[in-house]
């Protein structure tokens, strides 16, 4: 079928969504068409491409980009595609180009910035309608590109609000992973977790400020944390601060999440308060904070540090941890499948114990082989599969709807609830931007 604008208005409803929105491949194509490749996209940190050549792939919606840095260290994002027959320029996932792009196919050469430098029998060419100044020749580029303090993201469209107002109160995720650096930068590190789930895009991001699961869900490694915890006090010894990562899943068992409040922004974005106890008295957390004060002032550092984001969501691409140095981006590749890569970032000039504190949640909780990720994967999938069935045509929004605070653009979770607010929160802006193709 062809899907008009109000049948697809009609897909969400203030406490419900349709099934449809997650399994029809022809919505995937107009999600494709009227968010993901219309909106603002993540591409990468200026950390991936940190020297002159370097690059890095990544896609937006189905169209496949380069993001590198040229010889004079400014940052480009190109399509990786040759101008001449198509072939893509880069197929490793990263690299170094050198000084220029290599078509393996014919041998075009591009300067980094994408501008076409030669290629072979030039004089092929004299006579016809090959221009090297014609922009046609050159490698393209997105409509938009622009940064926010080293995170790049691209645009399809000509159209739409700019970067900053597209991200709106969300930018202070990115804020929180540059300024908790006592030395005021970030950089990722290493490569990324990277997986395939079997489940629409939409599940992921809905499941990450899903409060009521993490209690059910992995309430099994939980306790599996707890009886070790126990093992070890038994031997005398004591209990590493990271094992509560996962004992606390069990801890605060199926009804303690109602404390943690989540906030819906503008434009689809939303985030869930901290749950966990980030600056615990420990000497490492104390040298922490110390350097925290003499690079930012005592007053200033504390307010950093006081801000209360465990999660999130900046719609409709990506997932930011601050506190555990981590950020999560979606690639869309079908209705039924979602690639997910996981990215970890070093603080400058933090403490290495507060690295490696967060390197073990980052392990523990988010890699392909733990129990946290397993858990989570194999209820996506599951959903997936029961959504394709017609035994019911909607997805229940309904904890607390009607009870949410609204001011000023922004929606705050019913007090002491486990709130499915961000949920209708994501497909209330699911529907305007895929029936406006605005932002919204």
């Given amino acids: 079928m062809s899907w008009t604008t109000e049948q697809l208005a009609g897909l969400v409803e203030p406490d ?15 999600e494709m ?40 260290g400014q940052v480009h994002v190109l399509y990786n595609r040759c101008p001449h027959r198509g072939a893509q320029l880069c197929s490793a996932r990263s690299g170094n180009a050198g000084n220029h792009f290599y078509c393996s196919y014919h041998a075009w050469t591009f300067h980094l910035d994408g501008k076409l430098e030669s290629m072979p029998a030039k004089q092929g060419y ?73 489940s629409n895009w939409k599940i992921f991001l809905e499941n990450q400020l899903d409060s009521s699961h993490p209690g059910v869900t992995h309430e099994s490694t939980g306790k599996a944390a707890q009886h070790l915890e126990k093992t070890i006090r038994e031997d005398g010894r004591d209990v590493p601060m990271e094992l509560a990562f996962l004992s606390d899943l069990a801890r605060l068992g199926h009804d303690g999440w109602t404390k943690f409040g989540t906030v819906g922004y503008r434009n689809g974005h939303s985030s869930l308060e901290g749950y966990m106890g980030l600056r615990p008295d420990a000497p490492d957390t104390t040298e922490y904070v110390r350097r925290m004060y003499e690079a930012y ?9 006081g801000i209360n984001i465990h999660h999130m969501l900046v719609y409709p691409c990506m997932s930011i941890q601050p506190p555990l140095q981590q950020l999560r981006t979606i690639r869309p590749l079908g209705a039924d499948r979602t690639m997910t890569e996981i990215w970890h970032f070093r603080l400058k000039d933090a403490p290495e114990a507060i690295y490696r504190r967060s390197l073990t949640y980052y392990y523990l909780v988010n890699s392909p082989s733990t129990m946290v990720n397993a858990d989570d994967l194999f209820n996506w999938w599951k959903c997936q599969h029961g959504l394709e069935s017609s035994a019911s045509e909607w997805v229940s929004f309904h904890r607390n709807a009607g009870q949410d605070e609204d001011h000023d653009g922004i929606t705050r979770s019913a007090p002491d609830s486990m709130s499915e607010m961000p949920l209708r929160h994501m497909m209330h802006a699911w529907r305007d931007y895929m029936t406006s193709g605005e932002g919204v």
Avoid at 127 to 152: C, H, I, K, M, Q
Avoid at 297 to 305: D, T
């Fill in 126 to 198: 004299d006579g016809t309608n090959l221009d090297f100044d014609n922009p046609e020749f050159s490698v393209s580029r997105p409509a938009r590109t622009d940064n926010y303090r080293g995170f790049w993201f691209a645009s399809l469209s000509d159209d739409g609000v700019d970067l900053k107002t597209h991200l709106g109160e969300s930018a202070a995720a990115f804020d929180q992973l540059i300024d908790r650096a006592p030395g005021k930068e970030t950089e990722i590190v290493g490569s990324c977790f990277r997986m395939v789930q079997q």
């Fill in 297 to 305: 002032g005592e007053k200033k550092a504390e307010e950093i540090l």
């Fill in 16 to 30: 419900r969504a349709h099934r449809k929105a997650y399994t029809d491949p022809e919505i995937f194509d107009l």
């Fill in 33 to 72: 068409e009227r968010i993901f490749e219309r909106t603002w996209i993540y591409v990468g940190h200026e950390s991936q491409v940190k020297n002159p050549g370097d690059y890095y792939l990544a896609q937006i919606g189905r169209q496949p980009v380069v993001m590198v840095r040229d010889q004079q």
